[in-house]
């Protein structure tokens, strides 16, 4: 099986190319507006809709917090235990 990346890290490499590509001045204005804001929480059997709830408004907190006017992305990951299953959430936010 290939390797399988999350949301978050091919966001992080796209950044990574535009790093790699600093002399377009394109790429250099993007980099200078484009940051990157994590969020996690575990996620426990019976209470997963409250935790799912409580990750958004902790994002949308940040984002009225912080006077965000323009999202680029939002993506969610999951992790997982030794046995595979599910114990954990990832919010990656990019913005401007």
């Known amino acids: 099986m290939g390797k399988e990346l999350g949301v978050g890290a091919l ?3 796209w950044l990574q190319y535009l790093t790699d590509y600093q002399d377009n001045e394109h790429n250099k204005r993007i980099l200078e ?3 990157v804001k994590t969020f996690a929480t575990e996620l426990k059997i019976f209470h997963t809709m409250k935790e799912l709830s409580d990750l958004d408004q902790q994002v949308n907190d ?3 917090e912080n006077n965000i006017d323009k999202i680029i992305s939002v993506s969610d990951t999951c992790t997982t235990d030794d046995k595979g299953a599910t114990i954990g959430i990832i919010r990656v936010v990019a913005y401007e």
């Open 33 to 35: 507006m484009v940051k």
């Open 11 to 13: 966001l992080l490499s």
């Open 62 to 64: 940040f984002i009225k």
